[in-house]
């Protein structure tokens, strides 16, 4: 299984990204899919989740209202659309997946990681 996460790069403070997480080798189905995010000295933060059975989405308190997470299962692919992007979402964000039942909300639950992509916000 690999996951290919793209989509970052450098945005103004109020702005918007969208990420994506590509999946391969493993169909999306019975699965959890989720974004994380470490800043700088910083410890690893939770942000997004989406479990497949039922399309349930879970986030991280400091980006609820904010950003949203979907995926398409057809295209095996993940997205995380970030709006009003503040200087303090500057962070490498990662994408992973479990299959099976677990907690979505921890990294612990996580099998599979993709690679970062950094998200930058100027102020």
């Known amino acids: 299984v690999q996951l290919q996460a793209c989509g970052g790069g450098l945005v103004q403070a109020g702005g918007s990204l969208r990420l994506s997480c590509a999946v391969s080798?493993?169909?999306?189905?019975?699965?959890?899919m989720g974004w994380f995010r470490q800043a700088p000295g910083k410890d690893r933060e939770f942000v997004a989740a989406i479990i497949g059975s039922g399309g349930k989405t879970y986030y991280g308190d400091s980006v609820k209202d904010r950003f949203t997470i979907s995926a398409d299962n057809a295209k095996n692919t993940v997205y995380l659309q970030m709006n009003s992007l503040k200087p303090e979402d500057t962070a490498v964000y990662c994408c992973?997946?479990?299959?099976?039942?677990?907690?979505?909300?921890?990294?612990?639950?996580?099998?599979?990681w993709g690679q970062g992509t950094l998200v930058t916000v100027s102020s």
């Open positions: 080798g493993r169909t999306l189905s019975s699965y959890g």
């Open positions: 992973a997946a479990y299959w099976g039942v677990a907690i979505p909300t921890t990294d612990r639950s996580y099998d599979y």
